[in-house]
């Protein structure tokens, strides 16, 4: 029963923190950022939210993260207005390096076919 609640959690906060990032937080920085997945402790007391974006350039990965972190408050107040929960989990935003690595996959293979 607990394990379904974690996975459920974890897709509500996916699914509003990406709505709150296109909606509501005006951060350029923040643009073309897409939150590939929610990892949600347990307890529901820490969620590590991963997040993706185009560029490959460490500059703009760094100018992401500063966004997200400076945009964490906003958001978590903005889940707590949207999510029934008891008490909103601490965020912590992670480069999706997977994602990354698929798109370099990509990259190499239409080299190849060219």
Known sequence: MAHYRIGRVS???QKET???LM???RDPRVQGVTITGVN???DLQQATIYYSILSDTAHD???AQQGLEKASGLI???LGQRIRLYK???LTFERDESV???NRIDQLIDQLHR
């Open 11 to 13: 897709q509500e906060i």
């Open 100 to 102: 990354q690595y698929g």
């Open 23 to 25: 909606k509501r937080v």
């Open 40 to 42: 949600v402790t347990g």
């Open 88 to 90: 909103i989990p601490e």
């Open 61 to 63: 990965g760094e100018k």
């Open 76 to 78: 978590r107040k903005e």
């Open 18 to 20: 990406t709505d709150i």
